[in-house]
């Protein structure tokens, strides 16, 4: 699956940004979808997943209670909703998928990424 996301950009510490992920195909139905993110000179980092079609929901323990994921089944999206950002929030996310576990580093699929970057 191919998969866009978008929604990234500048913001100052304590803002919020939606990101959003699509797929050019149609459909994400029976994907595990999630975000992965890479900050300058990191390794990438599990954000936040969502199971198939949407009751399961994990998170980075550094992202909990300030992030929220979600998927609308109809319109084949899935959303990154950031609240309360910081700067060690700024980092390239990448929306990700998987037919056969739930998201990770090592997820199947990979979008290109959209750049965060959170001001002091």
Known sequence: ????ASGGGL???G???TL???TSEGTLSYYYMGWIRQAPGKEHEFVAGISWPGRNKNYADSVKGRFTISRDNVRHTVDLQMNSLKPEDTAIYYCAADRAKPVSTAAAFWGQGTQVTVSS
């Not at 699956?1 to 866009?4: S, T, Y």
Request: aromatic letters at 0%; proline letters at 0%; one cysteine or more.
């Open 1 to 4: 699956v191919q998969l866009q």
């Open 11 to 13: 913001v100052e510490a």
């Open 15 to 17: 803002g919020s940004l």
């Open 20 to 22: 959003s992920c699509a």
